[in-house]
């Protein structure tokens, strides 16, 4: 089956509306030659004469009556489609958005993106999904509107990706642990007990291998999958935790954070999404909003703001 002309369709609005060859021809800047090719092309296409002489002047057929009211709002919808959106009124804005994020995100910057939307568009709710894994599925699928973390290796080559901040690990105990007593070398810190964050369930990552160059093993005593918890057991017991440091800016009292003693390569967390976004005003202030919250200035971009 042959796809129909739409442009027809304009040709169809014209005649209908003028009732003319004629009067059809002057409203698109055609010939009346033309007009009259195009009406022979619809009545063959649709199967009907549309137009039939009436005397001097064109009658509609009964098809073309039932067509009448159609057609106008029909092109209108197609010109909407197909033009720029219109400007984004964040006061009527009802929707809600789908965000993945990284252990720890909520806790730091969920309040100043909730403040922020609850000002600005307070009728945008927001659901936030741990980021269990790297798989940029729910991405593609639509069923996560923005991610936030690490970009993986997996990532597909399509997303766009805007970072976020750039962060680094410390150390962090309760006060008053044995290892905030002195100088912390890497030999003290190696042989205290750890509480060490693995969603994989691997013991060893950077910090073991820079522990490793020197001939050291941290002592990993316990394994959990998340900072927010590994903070939690620090605070309660001995256990010493090694976080980025951006999440030991909501530590409670009794706690304390250091540098680590050993040169750990820093870490860059991005937001991601999928390029069906890009355009979409409401995304378009999310990821403003999510850019601003970290504590970064925001300026989108017209390509999506994808990194180089």
Sequence with gaps: MSTPDLNLLITLNA???EGSVAGAARRLGL???AMSRALARLRATMGDPLLVRAGRGLVPTPRALALRGRIGPLLGEAEAALTPARELDLSALERTFTLRTSDGFVENFGPRLLERAAREAPGARFRFALK???????????SVDLDTGVVGASAGPELRVRMLFRDRFVGVARAGHPLLDGEISAER????RHVCMSRSGQERGPIDAALKALGLRRNVATLV??????????RATDLVASV????????????????????????VISMIWHPRHDADPAHRWLRGCVKVACGEEWEETGDGGAEE
């Design 31 to 33: 010939s009346p030659s």
């Design 225 to 234: 999958g998340g900072f927010t918890a590994a903070l939690a057991l620090a």
């Design 15 to 17: 005649l209908l509306a």
């Design 132 to 142: 269990a894994d790297k798989d940029s599925a729910p991405l593609r699928d639509g």
């Design 189 to 192: 810190y190696a042989a205290a």
């Design 244 to 267: 980025p440091e951006r999440h030991t800016g909501f530590l409670r009292d009794g706690m304390q954070s250091f540098p680590l003693p050993v040169a750990v390569p820093g870490i």
